[in-house]
């Protein structure tokens, strides 16, 4: 048998490096495509950020001509520079006026006429008022107190290993190995520390936590319970933070009682107390920071139709420029490698105009046909929301799923009713009871649960199975364990420990 070549024709998917670079644009959040860009503008010479005051319409013009030859390596240079001098004028005009149009004057002649009124002011991020940390705060109080300098070196020792709820979780031991302070000098030091607002800081463990603010209080939880009755809240106070918090935590009132030989009455009196107590004594001390979130598009009513906005504030508008454009059609590039880099740049430039362009086409396109399947949801709200499925929408656009879920991935909506994910409006669903055919979005359940959870009474809370139950006479088909699942997923306790005795 003899080998030899025999052609064949096939078909198979290529990824170009341009269909990756399409993809990559598509799956990107708001502000990894502001960064993404900046960098293109860095990296591309022949990319421009078009300025405000520049002409909309003469420039989407003049990125159609460009578009409209991908490339300008077989064209005659000589054709398209007596059609750009005609748009544009003569080269001289271009040189007088051109270069200061888009390169800007130059803010090193020291021309004061040039500077702006923004310029005189400070940034945004310099005027924002940064939050005190904990460990600041408690370095404060260090550098006021009447310690020596030993004493407040090993303080600043120990307020570096709080953690962000102010308790010590590592050995006294460790906290001096490899220095030259000893276990009791450390002691003694965290002792003064832990005098420091806020009350109880410096704990090693949350009943040392709890008895060192009831002693701040005034309290007297050393007491013993041979006591007078004076000082027996105390006792009973300091018997349940040592040894009987887990109990406290199920709600086991009559218990705890037992053990402490006491009635029921003294232990709500006691859990009264605790409960005004702070576990976590670094909490107001947390980064709270919240981060503004910019929407992608924005859904507003006009005319009695719901209509999809793209919000492009914010993000560089990219254009070839004018500059290397009639550098390019006018033969004066230079050497051959000039004019193929350049012409590779600009194949790169188109490539990445026409990617953002489709970008914002596939994100207009997906969110209409999120709004036409949860039109109910947005003229009544959350209750009305349907179970919705990628595939739903793909067969809608005719579109890839995968395309759908690079496209709902890290982006948000404004609408009437917040802030939102694109990535909320896909939820399963669950049956309905008095339509077979009809479906309960999971969502709306969780905010119906969330609702009765709100709405009971704390002395008799609802427990699962009575929440199914009342699910199943609005009409919503439930199981229990899915009542449980929904409510962990709300970070809603069970029943036992949202009973209230008082």
């Given at each position: 048998?003899?080998?030899?070549?025999?052609?064949?024709?096939?078909?198979?998917?290529?990824?170009?490096?341009?269909?990756?670079?399409?993809?990559?644009?598509?799956?990107?959040?708001?502000?990894?495509?502001?960064?993404?860009?900046?960098?293109?503008?860095?990296?591309?010479?022949?990319?421009?950020?078009?300025?405000?005051?520049?002409?909309?319409?003469?420039?989407?013009?003049?990125?159609?001509?460009?578009?409209?030859?991908?490339?300008?390596?077989?064209?005659?240079?000589?054709?398209?520079?007596?059609?750009?001098?005609?748009?544009?004028?003569?080269?001289?005009?271009?040189?007088?006026?051109?270069?200061?149009?888009?390169?800007?004057?130059?803010?090193?002649?020291?021309?004061?006429?040039?500077?702006?009124?923004?310029?005189?002011?400070?940034?945004?991020?310099?005027?924002?008022?940064?939050?005190?940390?904990?460990?600041?705060?408690?370095?404060?109080?260090?550098?006021?107190?009447?310690?020596?300098?030993?004493?407040k070196e090993l303080g600043r020792l120990i307020i570096g290993n709080l953690d962000d709820d102010g308790y010590l979780r590592i050995p006294l031991a460790e906290v001096v190995a490899g220095t030259g302070?000893?276990?009791?000098?450390?002691?003694?030091?965290?002792?003064?520390?832990?005098?420091?607002?806020?009350?109880?800081?410096?704990?090693?463990?949350?009943?040392?936590?709890?008895?060192?603010?009831?002693?701040?209080?005034?309290?007297?939880?050393?007491?013993?319970?041979?006591?007078?009755?004076?000082?027996?809240?105390?006792?009973?106070?300091?018997?349940?933070?040592?040894?009987?918090?887990?109990?406290?935590?199920?709600?086991?009132?009559?218990?705890?009682?037992?053990?402490?030989?006491?009635?029921?009455?003294?232990?709500?009196?006691?859990?009264?107390?605790?409960?005004?107590?702070?576990?976590?004594?670094?909490?107001?001390?947390?980064?709270?920071?919240?981060?503004?979130?910019?929407?992608?598009?924005?859904?507003?009513?006009?005319?009695?139709?719901?209509?999809?906005?793209?919000?492009?504030?914010?993000?560089?508008?990219?254009?070839?420029?004018?500059?290397?454009?009639?550098?390019?059609?006018?033969?004066?590039?230079?050497?051959?490698?000039?004019?193929?880099?350049m012409d590779e740049k600009l194949r790169a430039a188109q490539w990445v105009i026409r990617s953002i362009e489709q970008r914002n086409r596939t994100i207009v396109k997906v969110v209409s046909s999120i709004v036409k399947f949860q039109e109910?949801?947005?003229?009544?709200?959350?209750?009305?929301?349907?179970?919705?499925?990628?595939?739903?929408?793909?067969?809608?656009?005719?579109?890839?799923?995968?395309?759908?879920?690079?496209?709902?991935?890290?982006?948000?909506?404004?609408?009437?009713?917040?802030?939102?994910?694109?990535?909320?409006?896909?939820?399963?669903?669950?049956?309905?009871?008095?339509?077979?055919?009809?479906?309960?979005?999971?969502?709306?359940?969780?905010?119906?649960?969330?609702?009765?959870?709100?709405?009971?009474?704390?002395?008799?809370?609802?427990?699962?199975?009575?929440?199914?139950?009342?699910?199943?006479?609005?009409?919503?088909?439930?199981?229990?364990?899915?009542?449980?699942?929904?409510?962990?997923?709300?970070?809603?306790?069970?029943?036992?420990?949202?009973?209230?005795?008082?």
């Amino acid at each position: 048998m003899k080998l030899r070549l025999v052609p064949q024709l096939s078909q198979k998917l290529i990824m170009t490096p341009q269909l990756q670079q399409a993809i990559k644009l598509l799956q990107l959040s708001r502000l990894e495509l502001q960064q993404s860009l900046t960098q293109h503008l860095l990296e591309n010479p022949l990319l421009d950020e078009m300025q405000s005051d520049v002409d909309e319409g003469e420039s989407l013009i003049n990125e159609e001509k460009v578009d409209a030859s991908p490339s300008l390596e077989g064209q005659d240079r000589s054709d398209v520079a007596v059609e750009t001098r005609e748009e544009q004028g003569s080269p001289e005009e271009f040189s007088a006026a051109g270069w200061e149009e888009y390169f800007g004057r130059d803010r090193r002649s020291g021309e004061s006429a040039y500077s702006t009124a923004q310029d005189e002011f400070p940034s945004y991020e310099q005027t924002v008022a940064k939050a005190t940390s904990l460990e600041e705060h408690l370095l404060w109080q260090l550098s006021l107190s009447g310690l020596g300098d030993r004493e407040k070196e090993l303080g600043r020792l120990i307020i570096g290993n709080l953690d962000d709820d102010g308790y010590l979780r590592i050995p006294l031991a460790e906290v001096v190995a490899g220095t030259g302070f000893t276990e009791p000098e450390v002691d003694s030091v965290l002792k003064d520390i832990q005098t420091f607002d806020p009350t109880g800081v410096g704990a090693r463990d949350l009943p040392e936590c709890l008895l060192l603010q009831l002693g701040h209080l005034g309290r007297n939880p050393f007491g013993s319970l041979g006591s007078p009755p004076g000082a027996l809240k105390g006792s009973v106070i300091e018997s349940i933070v040592l040894h009987h918090l887990k109990d406290l935590e199920k709600k086991q009132y009559a218990k705890v009682a037992k053990a402490l030989n006491v009635t029921v009455e003294e232990v709500f009196q006691a859990t009264k107390i605790i409960g005004e107590l702070e576990p976590k004594p670094g909490r107001p001390f947390a980064n709270t920071q919240n981060y503004v979130i910019v929407p992608d598009v924005f859904v507003v009513k006009n005319e009695g139709e719901w209509v999809v906005l793209l919000n492009d504030d914010g993000l560089p508008r990219m254009r070839i420029s004018p500059y290397y454009k009639q550098l390019i059609s006018s033969g004066e590039g230079g050497t051959p490698e000039t004019k193929a880099y350049m012409d590779e740049k600009l194949r790169a430039a188109q490539w990445v105009i026409r990617s953002i362009e489709q970008r914002n086409r596939t994100i207009v396109k997906v969110v209409s046909s999120i709004v036409k399947f949860q039109e109910q949801f947005f003229d009544r709200g959350v209750q009305y929301l349907k179970p919705l499925v990628l595939k739903q929408v793909a067969e809608d656009i005719g579109m890839h799923e995968s395309t759908i879920s690079r496209v709902t991935a890290n982006k948000y909506m404004y609408c009437p009713q917040g802030m939102l994910e694109l990535k909320f409006f896909f939820n399963a669903g669950l049956q309905r009871a008095d339509e077979p055919s009809g479906m309960h979005s999971s969502v709306s359940v969780r905010d119906m649960i969330k609702t009765m959870v709100a709405e009971e009474d704390a002395k008799r809370p609802l427990k699962d199975e009575e929440i199914a139950a009342r699910l199943r006479k609005q009409g919503v088909l439930i199981a229990r364990r899915t009542v449980a699942k929904y409510r962990a997923e709300l970070n809603i306790p069970s029943a036992s420990q949202r009973k209230r005795f008082f």
